[in-house]
């Protein structure tokens, strides 16, 4: 399986992106979906994630009312619509597919896949 993720760049503050990250090598019905986001110095951060099916979705606390994920099976893609970003936003985020684990235990599972990862700067 591979994850591999799209859209960051460089926005200003009060922006918005919307992140994908398509899957390739087995569909993406199988899996619960993540982000997750890491910047310099920091630990890794619990984003977002998406049930198998999309029925239930779950959100850090910083980013609750500001950053939506979605999942479209058919196209093996999952999105993250971010609104009214803030330099506390800048970060790698990354997705993650995980074959067990959802809600907020998404990647402990030891067959999660992670992409690359995509930077997203927002300059205040």
């Known amino acids: 399986v591979q994850l591999v993720e799209s859209g960051g760049g460089l926005v200003q503050a009060g922006g918005s992106l919307r992140l994908s990250c398509v899957v390739s090598?087995?569909?993406?019905?199988?899996?619960?979906m993540g982000w997750f986001r890491q910047a310099p110095g920091k630990e890794r951060e619990f984003v977002a994630a998406?049930?198998?099916?999309?029925?239930?979705?779950s959100y850090g606390d910083s980013v609750k009312g500001r950053f939506t994920i979605s999942r479209d099976d058919a196209k093996n893609t999952v999105y993250l619509q971010m609104n009214s970003l803030t330099p506390e936003d800048t970060a790698v985020y990354y997705c993650?597919?995980?074959?067990?684990?959802?809600?907020?235990?998404?990647?402990?599972?030891?067959?999660?896949?992670w992409g690359q990862g995509t930077q997203v700067t927002v300059s205040s």
């Open positions: 993650a597919a995980d074959p067990v684990y959802m809600g907020y235990d998404i990647g402990r599972d030891r067959d999660a896949c």
């Open positions: 090598g087995r569909s993406l019905r199988n899996y619960g």
């Open positions: 998406s049930s198998r099916g999309g029925r239930s979705t």
